[in-house]
């Protein structure tokens, strides 16, 4: 499964070569892991230090095209590459896999799942349509199985909880509206509060728990994506919050010299200016 490595000479001569494309790439993290003249750091790493690092890059990813910093985006998208190119040479000392045989793997699942693209099946099919045959194909790759196995453990916790709630639902476990989802918001809020007034910490981490994943199925159902949601939520506390950082110092002070009564009062103030 290991690729011929290529002689010294060759090797400086690639990476060199700012035309060397993915060749290039390749054989930098190659020579980053040599365990005789390669990268200390890189050498000692594994799939379990790396995988950190891979999550970071993608967010990243996703956090320049939120900004729509399109001159960040391709260095973003080159740093997540490189996770791919990292994990694929310690699959290969470990006799794992290999880049090509990662690459193999998903050229064939694309073919596989696109049968009205590159098969015989036919194109007119609305994307719902197309999203529905895509999961069918899934589930028929994954053999018998559980409802809700496969689904990734180490994805967000929000947008793991969309995906199991998805999975329950194609087999009829779901409200059939919105109603009975704030009906049970309401439910766990209260829970939530007898937990504060009479349980422990634990209990009321549960209790949080539950009432987090009822409202992650609620933008389930209004189709709205709870992490873009909660990211946009982010941005906006952050911005207003500068906002008042700035007449603060505008005044003199600073937060901490400040307290929750003129904050709130400022906060009012910022958020009245963005909606103008």
Known sequence: MAQPRLSRPQSEALIADPQGGLPRLLEIMARLRDPDTGCPWDIEQDFATIAPYTIEEAYEVADAITREAWDELEGELGDLLLQTVYH?????????????????????????????????????????????????IKAAERGPAGVLDGVALGLPALTRAVKLQ????????????????????LEESRELVEARDTMGSQEQAEEFGDLMFVMANLARHLDIDPEAALRAANQKFTRRFGRIEQLLSEAGKTPAQSDLAEMDTLWDRAKAEEKK
């Open 88 to 136: 694929a040479q310690m699959g290969e000392e470990a006799g794992l896999f290999s880049f090509d045989s990662v690459t193999a793997a998903i050229c064939d699942k694309m073919i596989a799942r696109h049968p009205h693209v590159f098969g015989d099946t036919a194109r007119d099919k609305t994307p719902e349509q197309q999203t529905t045959d895509w999961e069918a």
């Open 166 to 185: 998805n999975r329950a639902a194609r087999v009829g476990f779901d409200w059939p509206s919105t109603t009975g989802v704030l009906d049970k918001i």
